[in-house]
Every structure is written in structure tokens, then in C-alpha cells.
């Protein structure tokens, strides 16, 4: 399969294999107006098999999510068919509006317009805690 070269654009490489939908839906690239490709199970000599997006116009994107889906994600940042700057996110520190409080009890059941938030409370094992119950994320 081949996949045009980007001029100027982003790479998102390293994803786990089988999130780079999930990732495509958090970054809302559905509302992009530019070309963007999900490369699903290609093969990895480091993952085994990895997914792999690419955007053919360069994006402001959220390092918070990308940290949060893995943090051994590489973003590559292409400008004039050539590969400027390569980024790798870290898990934040906490993470709005991407995963919601499973805990029915959680103040965010009753109170729809709040915002769902989660602090890093283990950063060795990216577990992340909801700052109103600390209910553990899935």
C-alpha cells in the first residue's frame, strides 16, 4: 500500500496499534478540510504493529492527549517535503474532556455541564484519578 509523501503536514507515528481511530475521534481531524490518512496495523520492528496518521497541513495538536492514548507516540512536523521537528508527548498532569467518571455516584452524573477531570496519580503506571471522587480511569 502506498500512501502519498507529506509537503507540509504532521506525522503522528508509534501509535498503538488499534487506537489510531480512537485518536482521530480526540483530535476531531474528522473536521479538518485537508487530506488526512489512518494507517491501521502496519508493521513496527519496535511495537510488532502500529497505526500511523498523517495530516497534510500542519495542526496546532493536543499534547495532552497524545500523551495520555501513549506517550511513546513521535509526532514529526514535515515542512517543504522534509521532516523539521520530531516531538514526544508525556502524560499530563491531568486530562479534560477526553475520558468520563464511570462512578455513578460522581458529582459529574448529576451535573451534566461539568467538565470531566483527571489527575496523574501514578505516573509509573499512567493511572489517572477523577479530581471530584477519585474514581481510577479505564
Do not use: W
Not at 60 to 72: A, K, M, R, V
Not at 105 to 129: K, M, N, W
Amino acid at each position: 500500500m502506498l500512501i502519498g509523501s507529506i509537503v507540509n503536514g504532521v506525522v503522528i507515528d508509534h501509535i498503538p496499534a488499534g487506537r489510531g481511530m480512537e485518536l482521530y475521534k480526540y483530535l476531531k481531524l474528522d473536521k479538518l478540510s485537508c487530506q488526512v490518512a489512518l494507517i491501521k496495523n502496519a508493521p513496527s520492528s519496535k511495537l510488532g504493529k502500529k497505526d500511523i496518521l498523517k495530516v497534510n497541513e500542519v495542526i496546532d495538536l493536543n499534547f495532552d492527549i497524545l500523551g495520555y492514548i501513549d506517550p511513546h507516540i513521535t509526532v514529526n512536523i514535515i515542512r517543504d517535503g522534509e521532516k523539521v521537528e520530531k516531538r514526544h508527548p508525556k502524560l499530563p498532569e491531568t486530562i479534560r474532556g477526553v475520558i468520563k467518571c464511570r462512578n455513578p455516584r460522581c458529582i459529574t452524573s448529576t451535573e451534566q455541564e461539568l467538565e470531566h477531570v483527571f489527575r496523574l496519580a501514578d505516573p509509573e503506571r499512567g493511572v489517572y484519578r477523577c479530581i471530584y471522587c477519585d474514581t481510577r480511569a479505564k
